[in-house]
């Protein structure tokens, strides 16, 4: 199992930005596409924002279309999530996901043990 070490979650102001990051080692990055969900509290997990093994398309929700933007550094091994004008409802645990040879939009392979983004109003 690949290990997906997250990071960069806190507490910020509505309107605020943030950037998530997830590290992981060069041979899950090579043969995975990336991505990130969330879960608030009471709710399901839901998919956030996704991008293909090679980076060159991305996906999101709709909800944070605009908003957050996900890229991936092939140098470091890194995803990352920036994420600007922050709302209340943005508030949850993020997770970092690879699925194997795929993009995980809705189910993934692995999983990072979550960073807590809360935003206040």
């Known amino acids: 199992q690949a290990q997906l070490v997250e990071s960069g979650g806190g507490l910020v102001q509505a309107g605020g930005s943030l950037r998530l990051s997830c590290q992981t080692s060069?041979?899950?990055?090579?043969?995975?596409?990336m991505g990130w969900f969330r879960q608030a509290p009471g709710k399901e997990r839901e998919f956030v924002a996704a991008i293909t093994l090679n980076g060159d398309t991305t996906f999101y929700a709709d909800s944070v279309k605009g908003r957050f933007t996900i890229s991936r550094d092939l140098t470091t091994y890194t995803v990352y999530l920036q994420m600007n004008d922050l709302k209340p409802e943005d508030t949850a645990i993020y997770y970092c996901a690879a699925r194997r040879l795929a993009t995980p939009r809705d189910r993934a392979d692995d999983w990072g043990q979550g960073t807590q983004v809360t935003v206040s109003s």
């Open positions: 060069g041979r899950t990055f090579i043969t995975s596409g």
